[in-house]
């Protein structure tokens, strides 16, 4: 798609904005017509489980999937558009590093790439603010290959950090992470959001961590069930946890779909 060069839209409210947004794959409907938000400065919760939908309603906002239609714009502007790609920090299930150097040149040289008009001195202090954020700087000369399971998937995240984005897009971040750490990463979320007004959007198939957003996406075939906050979502459905009232969502949700079929 070629995009003309035209003045910013005004400054949006919400850092994700979808209107009737369908992806098909082949003969399948992924994702059928969703409508929601995504606001600024908060950690947004996308729960669901294995193959509802999520990691294709990632890849949509970030532009790496085909065949979208419908409206989704990112801050502020289309899905995809050029001036958007300094501004998201994306990271996907698998780590995206590389095995053979060691975090602190994995870090050097995606700063490279992300910036190449900084000096080196420069991206050297962005590699450091990034290793303490994600903790790893007694891991700084260790080789990426070498690393647990976990401490690469904290390398791909200081790798989204690199360019202190508006939006990070995480793709079921805390997956095999001991519950130490997944504390801890959920604590850095919070304190980007609050500390440097970052909008996070963080996929879990976990119900448990739903307890930890400042609003949730919750999705089941492809389909937005409820978007809410979790003191809401637990209110309107008069249950005590956010996995109950999922639950119950996906109950009231299938007793509406054979309702529907009756009546055709």
């Not at 070629?2 to 910013?8: R, V």
């Not at 910036?115 to 290793?131: C, E, I, K």
């Not at 980007?192 to 609003?215: I, N, Q």
């Not at 809401?232 to 009231?252: H, K, M, N, W």
């Amino acid at each position: 798609m070629n995009y003309l060069p035209d003045p910013p839209r005004p400054t949006a409210p919400d850092a994700v904005h979808a209107e009737g947004l369908i992806v098909v794959r082949g003969s399948r409907t992924v994702l059928r017509h969703l409508d929601f938000t995504v606001a600024r400065g908060q950690v947004t919760g996308l729960l669901g489980p294995s193959g509802c939908g999520k990691s294709t309603l990632m890849r949509s906002i970030v532009a790496t999937q085909a065949k979208v239609s419908g409206t989704l714009d990112v801050l502020g502007r289309p899905a995809g558009h050029p001036t958007l790609r300094s501004r998201i920090g994306y990271v996907t299930q698998a780590p995206s590093v590389y095995d053979d150097l060691t975090v602190r040149q994995n870090l050097d040289y995606f700063a490279s790439i992300l910036d190449p008009g900084r000096t080196r001195p420069d991206r050297r202090d962005d590699v450091a603010r990034v290793l303490t954020d994600v903790d790893l700087t007694g891991h700084a000369d260790a080789l990426a290959g070498n690393l647990s399971g976990g401490q690469r998937s904290r390398v791909s995240l200081a790798v989204a950090l690199l360019g202190t984005p508006e939006l990070l897009v995480l793709d079921e971040p805390t997956v095999g992470l001991d519950p130490v750490l997944r504390r801890d990463l959920w604590n850095l979320f919070h304190a980007l959001a609050a500390d440097r007004g970052v909008t996070l959007l963080v996929s879990s198939h976990v119900m448990d961590e739903a307890e930890r957003c400042d609003r949730l996406l919750l999705m089941r075939d492809g389909r937005i069930l409820a978007d809410n906050t979790p003191d809401a979502l637990r209110t309107r459905t008069g249950t005590d946890t956010v996995e109950a009232a999922f639950l119950r969502l996906v109950d009231q949700a299938a007793t509406a779909d054979r309702t529907e079929e009756t009546t055709r």
